[in-house]
């Protein structure tokens, strides 16, 4: 199946400063890859995501690029604010044999500070 | 909308012990999944359904009963609970029969004794 790692497990950054954090899954033919975010005894809440034939995507200061030739995806945070602070899950779906399952990273605690 | 709901939020049983979380959603989504969420282990695929009476398995379902027999409701059953079940788990759905854009409920934190 599907194996998706993320780096790094934690983030601290100055705000005001850009936070990056990076996936890379397995299966060449995974095809969409969401952002999650979630603070703190809170749900996961989807932020931002891409499919497999775009390679970059941008939402205000979040922005998410997609290499495909080396299977892997990264989440971009411009001008971070405390209300960053979260721990971000990427996640990948499909893939042969797992077209249906979304399999998740293990997560970035990031942590902004004043 | 409510969104997608879950019951009961916390809940801790016995080892043996079976129980239903609850699952569910006014979104008129096909797809609806549920996941456990343990530290440093991200989220795990338990079962999923991308409609009512399909179900199909994810990465962990030793343990775990699922039906769909209804669009709206998507119960997680736990047979005989044991302690490596304790953890806080997430229901989660789309509009299409598959995964993208996943709403997340606020989760049920389970804790077996």
């Known amino acids: 199946g599907e194996n998706v790692e993320q780096h790094p497990s934690t983030l601290s950054v100055q705000e005001g400063d850009s936070a990056v954090i990076k996936c890379t899954y397995s299966?060449?033919?995974?095809?969409?890859f969401p952002w999650y975010k979630q603070e703190l005894g809170k749900r996961p809440q989807l932020i931002i995501d891409?499919?497999?034939?775009?390679g970059e995507k941008k939402d205000q200061r979040i922005a998410v690029t997609l290499n495909k030739t080396a299977k892997h995806f990264s989440l971009h945070i411009t001008e971070t604010q405390p209300e960053d602070s979260a721990v971000y899950f990427c996640a990948a779906l499909g893939g042969r044999g797992g077209g249906n399952k979304l399999t998740f990273g293990t997560g970035t605690q990031l942590k902004v500070e004043l | 909308n409510a969104g997608v709901t879950q019951t009961p939020k916390f809940q801790v049983l016995k080892t043996g012990q079976s129980m239903t979380l609850q699952c569910a959603q006014d979104m008129n989504h096909e797809y609806m999944s549920w996941y456990r969420q343990d530290p440093g282990m991200g989220l795990r695929l338990i079962h999923y359904s991308v409609g009512a009476g399909i179900t199909d398995q994810g990465e962990v379902p030793n343990g775990y009963n699922v039906s769909r027999s209804t669009t709206e409701d998507f119960p997680l059953r736990l047979l005989s609970a044991a302690p490596s079940q304790t953890s806080v788990y997430f229901c989660a759905s789309s509009y299409a029969g598959v995964a993208y854009e996943q709403y997340f409920g606020p989760g049920t934190r389970l804790t077996v004794t």
């Open positions: 891409i499919r497999s034939n775009v």
């Open positions: 299966d060449s033919a995974s095809n969409y």
